[in-house]
């Protein structure tokens, strides 16, 4: 009793024990992740491997990539969620295999490292609160931590279905120009794609990789469907079902782009008069707060100091 007393006085024993104490428990959690994910991983090849070795070739070769094996086994085994997290990181800006790994790692890393230092740092800015209070910090900012780059990778993701709304019309005008031109749909991609990678690079890009999927042998069609879902914007979808009618239909394609992309035009100019109309709006609250007093304070000084 007297041993766990003295312990007790001695502060800095006393961080120590909450910092290993938070260490274990976030490395156990790491550890039961990656055992179930790796346990996911290899019922599915045992369920699908075939008997013949020569078949075992190309399922090896998928799983040893070059990232570390701690780390791949951090990929959700259950398909519906991966395909979901491909597809938030693939809108977001971040494409190849390594994607969805780092994404994975950089969450159980940040949440590490916020709950270490919250247990490091509480107990000194905060001495005389409880050994609770210094867990529950712990554990509040773990989660904050592990949903941290979820929200900078959304914030990107906004940002970028910004840029593909603004883009989109240019996209549709210099699309028009090619068709009317003669050029086809595959080498008009791929002009366009260059001429837009300096005032919209991520709709550039995306453009870019329709065209290698049109040289790769994939329809046009379904090249569209892709660029719809990787743009994210319902004007993309509105695209590819405008194309697929028109193809369906045999309406003239050209006339189709050209009153598609007046609308769009027209759709640009009425969100930047929605963002004029609610400027005034916006600076109540600081014309109200930080300019009015001030300019309240120079009128009356003068007549206070007459007075």
Known sequence: MEQLTALLA???????????FLAVASLTFAFGTITASWSGIRRRMSATAPAATTAAAPTASVLHSSEPDYLRGLVPTDETKKSELVKFLNSAG?????????????????????????ALLFGRLYPGRPFIFTVLASVVMTFVGYMLPRAIVSVGRDRLFEEHRQGFPDFLDLLVICVEAGIGVDAAMDRISRDLAGDYPSLARNIAFMSLELRAGKSTREALDNLGVRLGIPEAKSFATLIRQSEELGTSLVQSLRVYSEEMRLKRL??????????????VLPLGFFIFPVVLGVTLLPVAIKL
């Open 10 to 20: 001695n502060r800095g024993d006393f961080l120590v024990m909450a910092a290993v």
């Open 94 to 118: 971040y494409y190849g295999n390594r994607a969805l790994v780092w994404f994975q790692a950089s969450r159980i890393g940040t949440a590490l490292v916020f709950g270490l230092m919250t």
């Open 270 to 283: 009425a969100r930047a008069e929605e963002k004029a109309n609610s400027l005034p709006v916006k600076l």
